[in-house]
């Protein structure tokens, strides 16, 4: 059974950081592109960011793009979001997910079709 948990949400003044962390289990983590999405109050959930399995391969939105930064530390089965200069328009239920297994080491995606396995989600709430 596959199990995804993300941590680290919270509230935050505009402009202050946010590091959100999610495990994965019960699949090969490393076989797998991770993403994390966001849905913000009456909005559809967007893809934010998104990890090739070896780690090399990243894609952001534009609206997180030189803010945002996606990592992954495949031997402790984790995903972490560094999320810098928040803006009160970041506040959002965030959402850890991993994409349909791919052979394709470098391989992203921000397609919310693409993703297999989701997390419950973490609040970010950013003030002004």
């Known amino acids: 059974q596959v199990q995804v948990v993300e941590s680290g949400g919270g509230l935050v003044q505009a402009g202050g950081s946010l590091r959100l962390s999610c495990t994965a289990s019960?699949?090969?983590?490393?076989?797998?592109?991770m993403g994390w999405f966001r849905q913000a109050p009456g909005k559809e959930r967007e893809g934010v960011s998104c990890i090739s399995r070896n780690g090399r391969g990243t894609r952001y939105a534009e609206s997180v793009k030189g803010r945002f930064t996606i990592s992954r530390d495949n031997a402790k089965n984790t995903l972490q979001l560094q999320m810098n200069s928040l803006k009160p328009e970041d506040t959002a239920m965030y959402y850890c997910?991993?994409?349909?297994?791919?052979?394709?080491?470098?391989?992203?995606?921000?397609?919310?079709?693409?993703?297999?396995?989701w997390g419950q989600g973490t609040q970010v709430t950013v003030s002004s």
């Open positions: 997910a991993a994409a349909r297994y791919s052979g394709d080491y470098y391989y992203t995606t921000l397609l919310e079709p693409d993703f297999d396995y």
């Open positions: 019960g699949l090969t983590f490393g076989n797998y592109p």
